[in-house]
């Protein structure tokens, strides 16, 4: 299915009018966006009968939470409201959410992970006592085994999650509720150490061996340690970059990783334990990179599996570094560009898909870029979130959720079928480059790449130039036939969507020469073309955790099959100028 800005803001429509899914139809999304990894555990009981056995009678070691709070969340949850996305439960007072038939596999997959637990901790005496009876509740009725809840990613994710809320969780209340608690928590414990082997999916083996470190340090006394930050590092060989970007080119999980690390190259120094040197070089180049991917307001950019992240989680982040993080405006592993001038910042999306398995989530936004005033962000994707539901996370994968160029309704890569996680992998596109040009004040990016050139014979080039104190920003795409290829027979003309997604906190407007752009701070913009037919539609972003309806522009033509991008209508030009 392609999947254009008409299709994205029809399927929000319609699921604004029925958010109420079959348990048939909920079923078949899950399978189809969550692939094997979607698939409930399955164990023999010989397998059953290793898990059985007690956790420790004290921890050798309690891991340092270093999240801040999400106040907004535990508040609702002090309240007994549970929203995940766009769906909500409300409870009466005491009840567990598991206790009631949840709205959706997605919402119960999120429930079962705790992510939730060390905000509701954050709430005083109330909240502690809230989570410590809901945590009770889980064990007693998932605490030896569930299918659906304990797959390895949410299983890892959930025993993380536990950890992080330390003795607080972990050694309160009386000793048979603590025993059963402490008890489910090893036999989780003990399950991944039997399956990770088996993982398929990147998450899961990377959540796998940070939980079995964290186990080694806070529950084994050391026991098995090395044989875990052995699978770590394995894993940081794999997933991240020499650049320090995470191999899915995803800010959002990269905050994540190195959060991980930052939490247990703390937990090895309090045990008393020397912090390897990889850690320590895959953390200060990881930090690096998040920098680069901080916006103005804080955040961070949304490309690929990334949300906007929450500004006092990423600063958290940066603050644990041992130095401030080096500058640099062009990341040549993860595929980025950046520009700066006065307040205007422009992040270029300028790399090809990362290798299957990493690029089962990946997006086809080739030559996209976000932009952003100072905190207030201007030009964006349709975004993601993990809080949303499943196939609205398939749905933006797509060129067209993209600012960038869309040629003849096709995605600047190819989705393969993955057979190992059923899930389809982005590949492409070829020969995507970008060079870069710095003078005086002057700076032009010139970008393309190859991914229609297949279908038919064009490559897509975007130019960028920006000058002076940032105010006024220079755009040109253009449809480029190469000289060595010979001119194509048929000289039918090729459809072709140029799109920039606002973010949700612009206001446009129609004016006579321009459309007319509110950001948030308060400034005007306005972007002008010399191509006719500029026009505003509905489009979606998901970057906050909902999904909300911006506003698009939307550049329409059709493009020659021989031009050489020199002229209308393969080359259309456009600008975004503040005003004075």
């Not at 299709?7 to 604004?16: C, N, T």
């Not at 005083?124 to 009876?133: N, S, Y």
């Not at 399950?191 to 398929?200: M, Q, R, V």
């Not at 929450?310 to 500058?327: G, H, I």
């Amino acid at each position: 299915m392609i999947l254009d800005g008409e299709d994205l803001a029809d399927i929000s429509v319609e699921f604004q009018a029925d958010r109420t899914r079959t348990s048939s139809h909920d079923a078949a999304l899950w399978r189809r966006f969550r692939g094997a990894a979607g698939e409930d555990a399955k164990v023999s009981t010989l397998q059953k009968l290793k898990l059985t056995g007690h956790g420790p009678d004290t921890f050798s070691l309690h891991l340092q939470n270093m999240v801040p709070a999400d106040d907004r969340r535990a508040e609702a949850l002090m309240r007994d409201i549970w929203r995940i996305g766009q769906e909500r439960l409300a409870l009466q007072p005491g009840q567990s959410p598991w206790s009631l038939e949840l709205p959706s596999r997605h919402f119960a997959d999120r429930v079962h992970r705790f992510g939730w637990a060390p905000d509701l901790l954050a709430q005083g005496e109330t909240g502690k006592a809230r989570l410590i009876a809901l945590t009770d509740d889980w064990t007693q009725k998932f605490g030896k085994f569930h299918g659906f809840a304990w797959r390895i990613e949410p299983t890892a994710s959930r025993c993380w999650n536990w950890l992080r809320c330390g003795p607080a969780l972990l050694e309160a209340g009386s000793h048979e509720a603590r025993t059963a608690r402490v008890d489910s928590l090893a036999r989780q414990l003990r399950y991944l150490n039997e399956t990770i082997a088996s993982a398929h999916d990147p998450k899961s083996r990377w959540l796998g061996a940070v939980v079995l470190v964290a186990n080694a340090l806070c529950l084994r006394a050391g026991s098995g340690l090395g044989d875990a930050l052995e699978r770590l590092e394995s894993e940081c060989t794999a997933q991240i970059l020499p650049d320090g970007g995470h191999v899915t080119r995803s800010p959002a999980h990269l905050l994540s990783s190195l959060i991980h690390l930052q939490t247990l190259a703390d937990a090895l120094e309090r045990a008393g334990r020397p912090v390897p040197d990889w850690m320590t070089k895959w953390t200060l180049r990881m930090g690096a990179m998040l920098a680069f991917f901080q916006a103005g307001d804080g955040g961070l950019n949304t490309f690929h599996d990334g949300d906007e992240s929450r500004a006092e989680v990423v600063n958290a982040a940066l603050a644990r570094l041992p130095a401030p993080p080096r500058k640099f405006m062009f990341a040549p592993k993860s595929g980025f560009q950046k520009v700066e001038k006065g307040g205007l910042r422009l992040v270029l999306d300028c790399g090809d898909a990362p290798p299957r398995p990493f690029g089962d989530h990946a997006r086809a936004g080739a030559l996209s870029f976000e932009l952003s005033d100072g905190p207030a962000r201007l030009v964006t994707s349709c975004g993601y979130s993990a809080e949303v539901n499943v196939d609205w996370q398939a749905a933006v994968r797509r060129t067209s959720a993209h600012s960038t160029l869309i040629l003849g309704g096709r995605d600047s890569g190819v989705f393969i079928a993955n057979d190992e996680t059923r899930l389809r992998a982005l590949i492409g596109p070829d020969a995507i480059a970008a060079k870069r040009l710095e003078e005086a004040a002057e700076i032009w990016l010139d970008a393309q790449h190859a991914g229609y050139k297949a279908a038919y014979g064009l490559l897509h080039r975007r130019r960028i130039f920006i000058c002076g104190e940032g105010d006024r920003l220079t755009g040109e795409d253009s449809l480029v036939r190469p000289i060595a290829q010979a001119a194509a027979d048929d000289k039918k003309t090729i459809p072709f969507d140029i799109r920039f997604h606002l973010h949700p906190t612009v206001t446009a407007m129609m004016g006579k020469d321009a459309i007319r752009l509110m950001s948030e701070s308060g400034h005007i913009w306005r972007f002008r073309t010399s191509h006719e037919g500029a026009r505003l539609e509905k489009t979606i972003y998901l970057s906050r955790g909902i999904v909300e309806q911006p506003e698009q522009i939307v550049l329409s033509g059709f493009a020659d099959p021989n031009g050489d991008g020199s002229q209308p209508p393969n080359c259309i030009r456009w600008a975004f100028v503040r005003e004075a």
